[in-house]
């Protein structure tokens, strides 16, 4: 029983990221309270909150606390954050306990099936309506993300066929139709960045071993996130080669502006200054107050909300995910190369939020613990 309690919390949780249009965003807000209480009382319950092992994750949830804290007081924002900081906390715990229990292959069974009946029923409703802004899974680039999602648990599902019983035609034929579709849908809601995150995607899945192992090292993932946020610092030069340029105007149909994303860059730094330390608060709108939209970046975007400290509790969440990843789960580069693709997507969208703690969480509960237990559990019959 409790097994499927742990499931359903998390399907919850998952659930409370969809949009449904005819649901009213305060009881969107009622429902996520509800969940994420809930949630956190069965982990108590289950003892099932440990701070050493849960550290990285534990600190960096904090410091969105304390950024909302210091932004908002104790106001109806910062109850905003802490339902978010809970649901992002109990995400990681929930996967780790599901996989410890059940093991890898059933999680991401379920899964898959869960994303494709929402991107399925996402899908059917924009192509009656191909103008429209928003949809059920969020945004453009929410759609895109979420068929990136649904790329990622099927691969995983093949990866486990293709080690079993060797590489077969079907698998790629599979993944190469699933693949055409998520473009499809990408350039139907008009998301390039989706579209690219896809098809790195697919690169990386198709890389040799000896490269997949590189990227799995937390000083080459790390270095690599950083390096692809700073590529804002050299926008600029960037732009000015031939090959990029005649690709972003004649190939995807894009200013040299990228959308207006580098008279942007150029003034965040004033924002970033005025409160460097601890930001100003999760789902701060100071960007879109003081110029438009939001920072375009990933990085920039968790800097401007909950500053250096919120940046470096990040950095270092992710450094530890990748140092205690157990690198037997077969299923382990899959999420790697999805980690990969937001990375990229990160240079010019704000994509470190849900759908990548989804991913990151995975990786966290791949551990040499967990693979144990689902051998113990195994031969129980549990």
Request: hydrophobic share 55%; aromatic share 14%; glycine share 6%.
């Amino acid at each position: 029983m409790n097994v499927k309690i742990t499931k359903l919390l998390y399907i919850a949780i998952i659930l409370t990221f969809v949009k449904f249009p005819f649901v009213p965003p305060v009881i969107v807000r009622l429902c996520k309270a509800v969940v994420a209480g809930g949630a956190f009382l069965y982990l108590i319950q289950r003892g099932e909150i440990h701070i050493k092992g849960q550290f990285p994750i534990l600190i960096f949830c904090c410091s969105i606390l304390v950024s909302s804290l210091l932004a908002y007081r104790l106001t109806v924002n910062f109850a905003f954050s802490l339902v978010y900081a809970l649901m992002i906390y109990e995400l990681f715990v929930l996967t780790d306990r599901w996989i410890a229990l059940y093991g890898a292959k059933n999680y991401f069974q379920v899964m898959f099936c869960l994303f494709l009946a929402l991107c399925l029923l996402n899908d059917t409703v924009l192509l009656f309506d191909v103008g429209a802004t928003t949809y059920m899974l969020g945004n453009k680039f929410g759609v895109a993300y979420y068929h990136l999602l649904l790329l990622t648990y099927l691969a995983a599902l093949l990866w486990e066929r293709k080690k079993d019983k060797g590489k077969l035609q079907l698998e790629n034929i599979v993944m190469l139709v699933f693949a055409l579709l998520s473009v499809f849908i990408s350039k139907i809601v008009d998301t390039n960045t989706g579209m690219i995150g896809i098809l790195i995607f697919i690169l990386l899945y198709l890389l040799p071993d000896v490269v997949k192992k590189t990227l799995c090292n937390p000083v080459v993932t790390c270095f690599a996130l950083y390096a692809l946020s700073a590529t804002i610092l050299f926008w600029d030069y960037i732009l000015s080669i031939d090959f990029i340029k005649n690709t972003i105007v004649n190939l995807l149909h894009r200013s040299l502006s990228l959308t207006g994303r580098l008279g942007i860059y150029r003034i965040l730094y004033g924002l970033f200054q005025q409160r460097p330390l601890v930001g100003w608060g999760y789902e701060s709108n100071i960007v879109a107050q003081e110029l438009y939209g939001n920072a375009q970046n990933g990085i920039v975007h968790l800097a401007i909300q909950y500053g250096v400290i919120g940046v470096l509790c990040f950095t270092f969440l992710i450094f530890m995910i990748m140092k205690r990843s157990d690198e037997s789960y077969r299923e382990r580069m899959v999420m790697v190369a999805a980690m990969y693709s937001f990375f990229v997507m990160a240079t010019v969208e704000i994509v470190f939020s849900n759908i990548f703690f989804v991913v990151m969480a995975v990786l966290f509960a791949f551990d040499n613990r967990n693979q144990k237990i689902s051998k113990i559990r195994f031969r129980r019959g549990s």
